[in-house]
């Protein structure tokens, strides 16, 4: 994306995205957001079920590569990628967990981010394209239970702000979001993990989650993908590097 641009553009007009894990939540939510700001919109998932352009593990070198060798033919480029798969992990207290799901939610979240960017920049450059990746706002302060999750996300801010001073010599822009708690299954999902790891009622946990940020309730899937969507426009041509959380401030990450 050229900075010559309309800096007054909040368009996709034109542009070809990419969105991992878009079949469903977030990720499908982006994908849809996109595509009403005007992008060609293609979406990986691992599960076919959610019918996605491309079946991909991304943690998997061979699929990410097979992906990406399909999207330059059917695509002829890329304008922008978003790095939204991630997987919620175990939760347990630290000498509790099993290290073998501590590795595979890294492996995952961090390792496949690391691997989509690696494909996807070679295209990036070439149209001067942007990437937004998903982090959250554990990755800012830190979760208890959610050590593996919390470190992968921690690991994706790093890698956004590195590679946004590796690529921007390039014209190319590297951001990332930190969601707050979401409504929808994963976010229950999450509460209901929790419930059992802490004894603590899933109805007080939630509550906990709405009272823990200044504007008292949980953020919805199409708030991210407006904010998505903003970074990756003309609009937002001079911001990269940077972290946006969309969390309706977060004051504490302790729920109960």
Known sequence: ???????????????RALVTGGG???????????????????????????LPDYVCDVANTNDVTSMFSRISKDLG?????????????????????????????????LGGTFRCAHAAVPMLIESKGSMVNISTSAGIYG??????????????????KSWAMELGEFGVRVNAICPGSVSGP????????????T???????????????????????????????????PAARFITGQVLPVDGNIETMRAD
């Open 1 to 15: 994306m050229s900075t010559t641009q309309n800096s007054g553009d909040f368009t996709l007009r034109g542009l």
């Open 24 to 50: 469903s939540g977030i990720g499908k939510a982006i994908a849809e957001g996109m595509r009403a700001a005007g992008a060609t919109v293609v979406v990986c998932d691992v599960n076919d079920s959610t």
């Open 77 to 109: 480029g890329l304008d922008i990628l978003v790095n939204n798969v991630g997987v919620p992990g175990p939760t347990a207290r630290v000498d509790e967990m099993d290290p073998e799901a501590y590795d595979e939610c890294v492996r995952v979240n």
């Open 143 to 160: 979760y208890p239970l959610r050590s593996p999750y919390v470190a992968a996300k921690w690991g994706i801010i790093g890698l956004t």
């Open 186 to 197: 994963r976010m229950d999902g999450v509460i209901a993990r929790e419930s059992v790891a």
């Open 199 to 233: 004894g603590i009622p899933a109805d007080e946990l939630r509550r906990g989650y709405e009272n823990q940020v200044s504007l008292r309730t949980f953020i919805e899937a199409s708030d991210i993908a407006a904010s998505a969507v903003f970074l990756c426009s």
